[in-house]
């Protein structure tokens, strides 16, 4: 079915603005990615710098574009509703998750099994060891997203209950509990006493996302308010007296982070953006019910993981393209020219993602025409036994450690030719359990 035709035939109750702001959160995302970082071929290698490194004055600019957490805000949302949704059809917890994992990791297998026999064609071909491990780590630098997104809808069950029972005391807590964490990093400078808030930090705006959802956040004309303004004086606050800096993206060797792991001062950044997205709620529904602004949404939601996942790519193929070539040139950073150069590069870079998205957005749609079945492939309504069960969290668990493997070593490892063994095995083990769960189910 053509863009056009599922953006005609939306139903009337769909909240439209929900779609539009994961749209916009994502390619918010991608294009702060395009602009800060600086991939250079000087003397036929490619190297790398970062704009936040050479011009601290744009760590402020950060508050616009680290959006992430709007993407978490409305994935609470959607996940809540397709929860919900389930229970009614009397779909089990195995079926309903293997569901909403198979939207995530679709996409993701096929990034996977290109980049990897990519960077591993590339060794073989002789091209410089360290020039490949740099660009197979630039590409599956953004898959660290998947891994924690995929616990927070494995938990959503859960998190919806405690929501139901104590509504925004959750969120409440878990800030308390992240403010912990970061007080023991900073205070014993341990970095990984602050791993924790890799999940915790991120439960917060599912949570909300919940309480936006069943209209806690919208009860009054106030409460917007209150999450922006306060949000707003938090993060002010806990920048300038507080410890934390101003950047909300991290900065190359910067000993202190606030996304890695994530504080509360991205924290309450997040809320600050939460206030906002309610506030301007009502303005931007009635434009969202022009076709053509409509038709865009939809466009941008049917590939809006391969979007994400491919979006690193056309740094280095642009960056091959027009350096070497003399194409484009490659003025200093700051400079009037890297300034005028900066809308060709983005439009440069727009471009061959439009053309990738083109390729491979189809994988994001389950195969064959699913009617009366879920995207797990589990007919609706069916129960869901404790070996699904069991299978669908062991898949859940290998997949996530598979793909953290590979954020941090990007598509190069120890094995043959650089392949990542390990991470690619474990990915696999991952998808296996999940297919296994899918036949237990129906067992």
């Not at 800096?245 to 991290?250: D, E, K």
């Amino acid at each position: 079915m053509r863009v056009r035709d599922i953006a005609a035939a939306t139903p009337a109750k769909r909240d439209r603005y929900v779609d539009f702001m994961r749209a916009f959160a994502i390619i918010m995302v991608v294009v702060g990615h395009w602009l800060a970082v600086m991939i250079t071929f000087r003397n036929g290698r490619l190297g790398g710098e970062h704009v936040l490194a050479v011009l601290p004055w744009t760590h402020w600019l950060t508050w616009l574009f680290q959006v992430m957490g709007i993407f978490f805000l409305v994935g609470g949302y959607a996940n809540a509703a397709s929860w919900n949704s389930a229970r009614r059809r009397g779909d089990g917890y195995a079926d309903w998750l293997g569901s909403r994992a198979a939207r995530l990791l679709r996409p993701t297998t096929v990034f996977i099994g290109v980049g990897v026999p990519i960077a591993a064609a590339a060794r073989l071909a002789g091209v410089d060891p360290e020039m490949v491990r740099l660009a197979a780590w630039v590409v599956a630098i953004s898959l660290w997203f998947l891994a924690v997104y995929l616990v927070v809808v494995a938990l959503t069950p859960a998190m919806v209950a405690a929501h139901r029972r104590w509504g925004l005391a959750v969120p409440a807590a878990l800030t308390v509990v992240a403010a912990g964490f970061d007080a023991l990093r900073l205070g014993t400078g341990v970095g990984y006493l602050g791993a924790a808030n890799f999940l915790v930090v991120w439960l917060v705006l599912p949570q909300l996302g919940f309480a936006w959802r069943d209209g806690t956040l919208t009860r009054t004309p106030a409460h917007p308010w209150l999450l922006f303004l306060g949000g707003s004086a938090a993060l002010v606050a806990l920048t300038t007296i507080g410890p934390y800096p101003v950047s909300m993206v991290g900065v190359p060797g910067a000993e202190v982070q606030n996304t890695s792991p994530p504080t509360v001062a991205l924290l309450a950044l997040t809320v600050a953006q939460t206030g906002l997205v309610l506030l301007l709620a009502g303005p931007l529904r009635p434009w969202l019910n022009r076709r053509r602004v409509w038709t865009a949404v939809v466009a941008v939601n049917a590939g809006i993981m391969t979007l994400f996942l491919w979006h690193m790519v056309p740094v280095l193929v642009a960056a091959l393209a027009l350096y070497p070539t003399g194409v484009m040139p490659q003025p200093e950073i700051g400079s009037a020219s890297w300034f005028a150069w900066r809308p060709v590069w983005v439009a440069a870079c727009a471009l061959l993602l439009g053309l990738l998205v083109a390729a491979f957005a189809r994988f994001e749609r389950p195969p064959g025409k699913a009617t009366t079945a879920t995207p797990s492939g589990a007919p609706a309504g069916q129960g869901t036994t404790w070996p699904a069960v069991a299978l669908v969290l062991a898949g859940t668990a290998a997949t996530c450690v598979g793909i953290i493997q590979l954020t941090v070593g990007g598509f190069q490892g120890a094995g043959p030719a650089g392949v990542p063994l390990a991470a690619v095995i474990t990915y696999l083990v991952g998808l296996t359990a999940f297919w296994a769960a899918r036949r237990a189910g129906r067992a």
